[in-house]
């Protein structure tokens, strides 16, 4: 699958204003049925929850800020989050090196409104966090 890192800034603006240094590529999911970005986030200490492991808060602002930017990576339509679901799996250690963010749609083709999926995955590719979510394009 492919890896996330060439692309930089946050997947509308192409500029990092909440600072998480993420970096997107374009992807396929399912065999190339679904459409998907990819992310690559690095967690500094700054993104601290419970001691040595990420904030349950930071995984899903780099989760939503992916499944977002989906619709203008895809559709060049920015989109907001209508609602988002997590499911915490395991907690994330700080010093696990680069997290892996995936974010794909139920269908290829464009919508205004857009069931969108998620995950967080360490490097070795364990499951952390697992979202659903709702995604409106911003009028």
Do not use: N
Request: aromatic residues 6%; proline residues 6%.
């Amino acid at each position: 699958m492919a890896t996330a890192d060439d692309d930089t800034g946050d997947g509308v603006t192409g500029r990092d204003p909440l600072g998480l240094g993420l970096r997107f590529k374009k992807v396929d999911f399912d065999d190339g049925r679904l459409p998907g970005l990819v992310a690559r986030f690095e967690p500094r200490d700054v993104h601290r929850g419970p001691p040595g492991r990420l904030h349950g808060g930071m995984a899903a602002t780099v989760l939503d800020e992916t499944m977002a930017s989906l619709g203008w990576a895809l559709d060049s339509k920015p989109c907001v989050t209508a609602k988002l679901e997590l499911r915490y799996r395991l907690a994330v250690p700080l010093d696990a090196g680069p997290l892996r963010i995936e974010a794909w749609r139920d269908r290829a083709e464009p919508r205004r409104t857009q069931r969108v999926h998620g995950r967080l995955l360490l490097a070795d590719g364990t499951v952390c966090v697992e979202a659903t979510g709702l995604f409106v394009q911003a009028r």
